[in-house]
């Protein structure tokens, strides 16, 4: 079974430009996670969706952090205008269950490792 | 607020010696909880989680966990450590409220087993 896929996996932008992140999830995995994680910390969840809806996104920045799902598989994550404290690894993450239940693991991708000069 | 503290930025191990890697939580209720390894430049592979039932869970690479609900803890546990064990270890709590299913992280310990 394919895992999470991500591309980029590596982007080097300067602050004020914008970039945008991709995310596959595993076949069939309804809920979707979008992660930051800075170095040194670990992964804080920025948006959650369950199909093509946005269940939480109550701690991604919206003034300039933006994300969708549109056909309810793969998804797009935004940043626009970057700012240095934007560097972080930006990870997907995927789970199973149409009802989002509580005991789905989350299974990660390899990550978009993002820096901001 | 709800957290998860991972006392120790690192731990040392002798190859073949037991090892633990210790995980505190501060979430009300009764959360389940889960630990994460992460090795350089991928993302976190699941390793266990605790939903219910017997505290001591069983998990991927020869890796156990003890649940202790009185003292809020998760220790990771394994009884003879491998020099390919060292990487980044993660512990994270799902609260089980707001109806989302979210993951709340600790800030990671790193495990280096030496030879």
């Known amino acids: 079974e394919a895992g999470v896929a991500q591309s980029p996996r590596y982007k080097i932008i300067e602050k004020r430009q914008s970039v945008a992140f991709w995310c596959n999830p595993i076949?069939?995995?309804?809920?979707l996670y979008w992660y930051q994680q800075i170095l040194g910390q670990g992964p804080k969840l920025l948006i959650q969706?369950?199909?093509?809806?946005?269940?939480?996104d109550s701690q991604l920045p919206k003034d300039r952090f933006s994300a969708e799902r549109l056909k309810g598989v793969d998804s797009t994550l935004k940043i626009q205008p970057a700012k240095l404290e934007d560097s972080a690894v930006y990870l997907c993450?995927?789970?199973?269950?149409?009802?989002?239940?509580?005991?789905?693991?989350?299974?990660f991708g390899p990550g978009t490792r993002l820096t901001v000069l | 607020a709800q957290s998860v503290a991972q006392p120790e930025d690192q731990v040392n191990v002798a190859e073949g010696n037991p090892l633990t890697v210790k995980c505190t939580y501060s979430?009300?209720?009764?959360?389940?909880l889960f630990w994460y390894v992460q090795y350089p430049n991928r993302g976190l592979q699941f390793l266990l989680k605790?939903?219910?039932?017997?505290?001591l869970v069983k998990g991927s690479y020869g890796f156990e966990a003890e649940f202790n609900k009185s003292q809020t803890s998760f220790h990771l546990k394994k009884p003879s450590a491998l020099v390919s064990d060292s990487a980044l270890y993660f512990c994270?709590?799902?609260?089980?409220?707001?109806?989302?299913?979210?993951?709340?992280f600790g800030a990671g310990t790193r495990l280096a087993v030496h030879p």
């Open positions: 993450a995927s789970s199973g269950s149409w009802t989002g239940l509580y005991t789905d693991t989350q299974y």
């Open positions: 979430v009300s209720g009764n959360p389940y």
């Open positions: 994270a709590v799902n609260p089980r409220s707001g109806g989302y299913n979210k993951l709340i």
């Open positions: 969706f369950q199909n093509n809806g946005v269940v939480d």
């Open positions: 076949s069939g995995h309804a809920t």
């Open positions: 605790y939903i219910t039932g017997d505290n």
